[in-house]
């Protein structure tokens, strides 16, 4: 298994602590029946390909992804051995898969965000910091020199600096939307996905699949259906925003969302410092 953050990293460690424990309560006990390599490639190209030969090495039956940079990678290695992939972008147009419900090959897994989600990140920045006059998008952690909102794409750059960038947008007095709860509670203002220590959950239900004879063709890739909606309220009140907006989006929105809306403007006023609502199919 091979991560894309540094080993350091808490966000990196509450993923594969989900993924260990999941396959703990299928049956797979390290030291028993399971042996589990675990490498951080903390975003290095050249020392995740010296990782995946290393672990190459050692015979196992499956190889763990984490992010489009060590999948990459670690397709071009693993050549016939089975590959999970967890949380990566675009998987067929990324090369990983030539179909999502039929893989093909010897790679499956899961997908973060539909290319849809880049609209709705937009629309709700721009509904709870309607001042923004332009909006940015980040792959590096480096600050727009204008006046107006963010939006922080996932990437494996950003993963690794999610502390600097929340500092940045916070110095720069600039709304941001995040892709993973974790920003948000770092200090960031908003965040919209699913939680990642979940879809590695579900990876270690396809892990328990190949390993107890499953082939990844036969697996389909999967999106996330459950997403959740973090608001840091002493960031919005930092920056002079007004949380409101959630009673008039939640009459524009479907059933779902609208309860969930209903119920962070409930908080809100109750004088919540944060909030989390998950919702999903």
């Known amino acids: 298994m091979v991560m894309a953050y540094a080993e350091s ?26 042996r589990i390599d675990l490498r951080f490639g903390a975003g290095d190209p050249v020392r995740i390909r010296e990782l995946a030969r290393e672990l190459m090495s050692l015979g196992p039956d499956l190889m763990v992804a984490n992010s489009n940079l060590v999948t990459t990678i670690l397709q071009s290695e693993v050549r016939t051995m089975p590959l999970v992939f967890v949380s990566v972008s675009d998987p067929i147009g990324s090369g990983f898969v030539t179909d999502l419900a039929r893989p093909g090959g010897n790679v499956t897994g899961f997908a973060n ?14 509904e709870i ?17 204008y006046r107006g909102g963010l939006i922080v794409a996932p990437n494996v750059v950003t993963f690794a600096n999610s502390s ?10 600039l ?25 590695f959950r579900q990876g270690a ?14 697996l389909p890739v999967q999106h996330p259906t459950k997403f959740e909606i973090v608001i840091n309220l002493k960031t919005a009140k930092a920056l002079g ?5 959630i009673s008039s989006a939640a009459r524009r929105r479907g059933d779902r969302i609208r309860a969930c809306l209903a119920a962070i403007a409930l908080s809100c006023r109750s004088g919540t410092s944060a909030l989390t609502v998950s919702f999903g199919g």
């Not at 910091?129 to 727009?144: D, K, Q, T």
């Not at 239900?205 to 036969?218: F, N, Q």
């Open 9 to 34: 990293d808490p966000n990196g460690q509450m993923q594969v602590a989900a993924f260990r424990e999941h396959l703990q309560k299928l049956g797979w006990t390290e030291g028993s029946n399971l």
């Open 113 to 126: 965000f539909q290319p849809s989600m880049g609209g709705k990140w937009l629309e709700m920045l721009l």
């Open 129 to 145: 910091a309607p001042r923004s006059e332009r909006v940015g998008l980040v792959y590096h952690p480096e600050p727009p020199n």
């Open 164 to 173: 600097l960038i929340v500092t940045l947008a916070e110095r720069h007095r």
């Open 175 to 199: 709304p941001a939307i995040y892709p993973f709860a974790y920003y948000a509670k770092e200090g960031g203002l908003i965040s919209y996905g699913f939680d990642a220590a979940d879809q």
């Open 205 to 218: 239900v396809y892990a328990d699949k190949i390993l107890r004879g499953s082939k990844p063709p036969d």
């Open 241 to 245: 925003l007004d949380v409101a907006w």
